[in-house]
Nanobody
Framework: QVQLVESGGGLVYPGGSLRLSCQAS????????MGWYRQAPGKERELVAS???????EYDDSVKGRFTISRVNAQNMVSLQIDSLKPEDTAVYYC??????????????WGQGTQVTVSS
């Protein structure tokens, strides 16, 4: 099994910043990609940003220029720097990882989620 532990959520004013981190541990042969999703009340979970093993990144249009994802491969860790926060960024943020636990077993794992609330 693989465990993902997130940290860094909280309550911030509009225009503020946060940094979310996610540490993967467990039976990891190779992590193919890591990313962040978010789910606001009454809405579906959506991809915010992802980074693959080669360092390629992908962002949702709503966060481009404000969110920056980074990954430390050797440490199985991914971070999300969130700047210029808006009230509509309020959501539970989930870390996600696509992991080979063996040379042939590929699966997707989720963290428990961390709340980000943007409010004045």
């Amino acid at each position: 099994q693989v465990q993902l532990v997130e940290s860094g959520g909280g309550l911030v004013y509009p225009g503020g910043s946060l940094r979310l981190s996610c540490q993967a541990s467990g039976n990891i042969f190779r992590i193919i990609a890591m990313g962040w999703y978010r789910q606001a009340p009454g809405k579906e979970r959506e991809l915010v940003a992802s980074v693959n093993i080669g360092g390629g990144t992908e962002y949702d249009d709503s966060v481009k220029g404000r969110f920056t994802i980074s990954r430390v491969n050797a440490q199985n860790m991914v971070s999300l720097q969130i700047d210029s926060l808006k009230p509509e960024d309020t959501a539970v943020y989930y870390c996600n990882a696509v992991v080979y636990t063996t040379t042939s077993n590929l699966d997707k794992y989720w963290g428990q989620g961390t709340q980000v609330t943007v409010s004045s």
